[in-house]
């Protein structure tokens, strides 16, 4: 199982949380074992697949907001084979936990991509970051979240719509790639 523990960028410690990533690329051998964890791999999948037509609708109408000539032109660049990403996050408890000072559950960050679709059942995310939950009560009690990262196909070129040249293009590759990169020195 892709457990992933990300490190803030300005925190010594770890964020409080686990995750688990999945994009139309994972292996089976990624995937807990169904005895393990029952409908996990099913579930993921096919909520990814609802999430597609929701996220290529928004980009429609991102296109339709900004006056672009072709109404599915952001849409033709998420085509599969997109980098496209679902994030299955647990926040767990933090009863047994001894948190250090200034440790959060999700270190203020941006996302990479066009569009991030975020579900969850309680509040959380502030400004980039999840903070620690306030009252003994909500401390005790897990959280989970999923979050689709929408991201262009891995070879569409990400340039300026407006034609300003103010950016130099980009594949999403080499833009993912750096992006990951700074991140994760």
């Not at 999948?45 to 980009?59: A, G, I, M, S, T």
């Not at 033709?76 to 948190?99: E, G, I, M, N, W």
């Not at 509040?123 to 999840?130: C, M, Q, T």
């Amino acid at each position: 199982m892709k457990v992933c523990h990300m490190i803030g960028v300005d925190l010594p410690d770890g964020d409080l949380k686990e995750s688990f990533n999945y994009t139309s690329a994972t292996e089976d051998n990624d995937w807990p074992t169904e005895s393990a964890c029952p409908g996990f791999k099913t579930t993921n999948k096919d909520f990814f697949e609802l999430c597609v037509p929701l996220h290529n609708r928004v980009l429609e109408v991102m296109a339709h907001g900004l006056n672009i000539e072709d109404p599915l032109f952001f849409v033709k660049r998420h085509a599969q084979p997109s980098r496209a990403c679902l994030r299955s996050l647990f926040y767990p408890s933090l009863d047994d936990v001894t948190v250090k000072d200034q440790q959060v559950r999700c270190s203020e960050h941006s996302d990479y991509g066009g569009i991030t679709m975020l579900f969850h059942q309680v509040p959380g995310l502030e400004r980039h970051r999840v903070f620690l939950d306030g009252t003994p009560a909500e401390r005790s009690q897990s959280r989970q979240s999923i979050v689709f990262f929408g991201n262009p196909n891995e070879e569409a070129v990400i340039d300026c719509t407006d034609n300003s040249n103010k950016y130099p293009p980009i594949t999403c590759r080499d833009y993912l790639d750096q992006k990951y990169s700074a991140t994760h020195q």
